[in-house]
Nanobody
Framework: QVQLVESGGGSVQAGGSLRLSCAASGYTYSSYCMGWFRQAPGKEREGVAAIDSDGSTSYADSVAGRFTISQVSLDNAKNTVYLQMNSLKPEDTAMYYC?????????????????WGQGTQVTVSS
């Protein structure tokens, strides 16, 4: 059974940093895409960044240059994906979710992801 567990959220002041972690287990596909999404109150869930099993990364324009996605694979069924967030802004405030799907398609398409974590809250104050 696939499990995604996020951690690392919290409250910071603008300009600060946070590192989110997503511990993934039970995902035995050799090719995959792991994504970070966020959803602010009253807004749609949006893609933040994604990383493929081959190491290719993608970013939303709003976070490019400030956020970095990376991963550490222990074996094919256990993987941890990180989202390093620097120079945080109040508009980054949201619930952040980790998600997984097969490779291909569009990384930022919410509907393509089969598995989701429970989310971790990030709050940035001005």
């Amino acid at each position: 059974q696939v499990q995604l567990v996020e951690s690392g959220g919290g409250s910071v002041q603008a300009g600060g940093s946070l590192r989110l972690s997503c511990a993934a287990s039970g995902y035995t596909y050799s090719s995959y895409c792991m994504g970070w999404f966020r959803q602010a109150p009253g807004k749609e869930r949006e893609g933040v960044a994604a990383i493929d099993s081959d190491g290719s990364t993608s970013y939303a324009d709003s976070v490019a240059g400030r956020f970095t996605i990376s991963q550490v694979s222990l074996d094919n069924a256990k993987n941890t994906v990180y989202l390093q967030m620097n120079s945080l802004k109040p508009e980054d405030t949201a619930m952040y979710y980790c998600a997984a799907k097969g490779m291909g398609g569009t990384w930022r398409n919410v509907d393509e992801y089969n598995y989701w974590g429970q989310g971790t809250q990030v709050t940035v104050s001005s």
